[in-house]
């Protein structure tokens, strides 16, 4: 298991978002973390774009151990494909760097039901942020071989989910006691405000694996 979490400096709604802090650290290297606690992985990727101003997160990114790849900055699918290129096994984890509440256990229960049930595609609905999702290296390559829409093209599952001709897994809204529909991600200044909110009123937050603290934000009103 591969696990490629993509991330650029030039997001169109909150530019530079992976250097903002949440509990101390840039949003960069908590998503590192989070990758790095997830049990059966044998390599981790930061992927980004070709562009010269994305080498401001190399340091940040080598310095947790995890390795740093420049692909497309336009096309996102090509750009993992070819993180993936001298990979031999079978499957991979996408995680989005906007999704800083990502749950270890949430994608070590996606894993095993990927490869338990042979699935070609795992998510949970509707494409949560506090997962990632789970899919067959030889899936991701056929879809880029076999041609692929200007959605896949930036959205890299999108094909995969609307139109594959595969084996797919929809993991409920409420998997693992979790509200999936409701998950926090960082993709706006309103989205900024939250995560600082969440931050200065619930502490617990601040570790990688704190997936009992959202399942109670369910039902409490958190700052």
Known sequence: MIIVMQGRLRSTRLPGKGFFTFFGQTIWERMC??????????????????????????????????????GSEENVLQRYVEAIENYNGDYLIRLTCDNYLVQPEVLENMMTSAVTGNFDYVYVKPLSH??????????????????????????????????????????????????????????????????????????????????????????????
């Open 130 to 223: 506090y997962a990632g999702e789970v899919l067959k290296c030889e899936t991701l390559r056929k879809c880029y071989q076999n041609g692929y829409t200007p959605e896949a093209k930036e959205h890299v599952t999108w094909d995969i989910r609307e139109y594959g001709n595969c084996k797919i897994l929809p993991l409920p809204s409420g998997f693992l006691g979790l509200d999936h529909a409701g998950s926090e991600t960082l993709d706006t200044v309103d989205d900024l405000i939250r995560m600082k909110r969440l931050e200065h009123g619930c502490s617990f937050l601040s570790q990688v694996r704190c997936i009992d603290v959202l399942r109670k934000m369910n039902s409490v009103n958190y700052p």
């Open 33 to 70: 973390d989070i990758a790095l606690a997830v049990k059966g992985v044998d390599e981790v990727v930061f992927a980004t774009g070709d562009i010269e101003e994305n080498e401001l997160m190399r340091p940040l990114v080598e310095a947790k151990g995890v390795r740093f790849f420049k």
